[in-house]
């Protein structure tokens, strides 16, 4: 099966181990969830991924020319720019109609023009979440992508997050194996 291939990769931080000999293979056009309590190289393994970090030893391959996406534990918006310039800043080519319909999808139709400054957490969250859906990315990287949204709006962000993530490879951290099932993950990968 083709896809992303991690072999025996460590890493650590100042002599203390993170991941050790860890391998697998994430599958291109389906979702792979990681599970593990906190501090145990979830989002280590996606900075890895993504290039932002390096491993200390083995190999990580098929990610090199692809494009990628990530929604990371912060949101990381332009706080002066609303919503809708938010996501057309990294997808330009999407239509201001296309934009304002995903964010009516997750709740936002009534911010769109709003500075993300003046949105609640929640609200940013599922802006960062849309900004990474619709890029133009084969891989997308999400880190907790549902953290702070109340139980409604999570059921409704992960039904249209899951519409967008058809056929793309998904690596999503998650600590809930509800996020996990509603995504369809094809496997469940845990660190310990």
Same mark, same amino acid.
């Given at each position: 099966?083709?896809? !992303?291939?991690?072999?025996?990769?460590?890493?650590?931080?100042? /002599?203390?181990?993170?991941?050790? $000999?860890?391998?697998?293979?994430?599958?291109?056009?389906?979702?792979?969830?990681?599970? =593990?309590? #906190?501090?145990?190289?979830?989002?280590?393994?996606?900075? &890895?991924?993504?290039?932002?970090?390096?491993?200390?030893?083995?190999? !990580?391959?098929? !990610? #090199?020319?692809?494009?990628?996406?990530?929604?990371?534990?912060?949101?990381? &918006?332009?706080?002066?720019?609303?919503?809708?310039?938010?996501?057309?800043?990294?997808?330009? %080519?999407?239509?201001?109609?296309?934009?304002?319909? %995903?964010?009516?999808?997750v709740g936002l139709a009534d911010c769109a %023009?709003?500075?993300?400054?003046?949105?609640?957490?929640?609200?940013?969250?599922?802006?960062?979440?849309?900004?990474? &859906?619709?890029?133009?990315?084969?891989?997308?990287?999400?880190?907790?992508?549902?953290?702070?949204?109340?139980?409604?709006?999570?059921?409704?962000?992960?039904?249209?997050?899951? #519409?967008?993530? /058809?056929?793309?490879?998904?690596?999503?951290?998650?600590? $809930?194996?509800?996020? =996990?099932? %509603?995504?369809?993950?094809?496997?469940?990968?845990?660190?310990?």
């Amino acid at each position: 099966m083709e896809g !992303i291939v991690l072999d025996r990769v460590c890493k650590a931080y100042e /002599e203390k181990p993170v991941l050790r $000999d860890f391998s697998a293979v994430l599958p291109y056009g389906e979702v792979t969830a990681v599970m =593990a309590p #906190s501090g145990a190289g979830k989002t280590t393994l996606l900075r &890895l991924l993504m290039g932002l970090e390096m491993p200390d030893s083995g190999r !990580i391959e098929g !990610i #090199s020319g692809r494009r990628m996406a990530a929604v990371f534990q912060e949101d990381r &918006l332009c706080g002066y720019l609303s919503p809708e310039d938010n996501i057309r800043l990294v997808s330009p %080519a999407r239509t201001r109609e296309e934009v304002r319909s %995903a964010l009516a999808a997750v709740g936002l139709a009534d911010c769109a %023009a709003q500075p993300c400054r003046e949105l609640s957490g929640g609200m940013n969250r599922r802006v960062a979440l849309l900004r990474a &859906l619709l890029a133009d990315a084969e891989l997308l990287f999400l880190d907790e992508p549902f953290k702070g949204l109340d139980e409604r709006t999570r059921r409704d962000v992960m039904r249209e997050t899951r #519409s967008r993530c /058809e056929g793309r490879t998904v690596v999503l951290v998650t600590h $809930d194996p509800v996020e =996990a099932e %509603a995504l369809g993950a094809w496997q469940v990968l845990t660190l310990e």
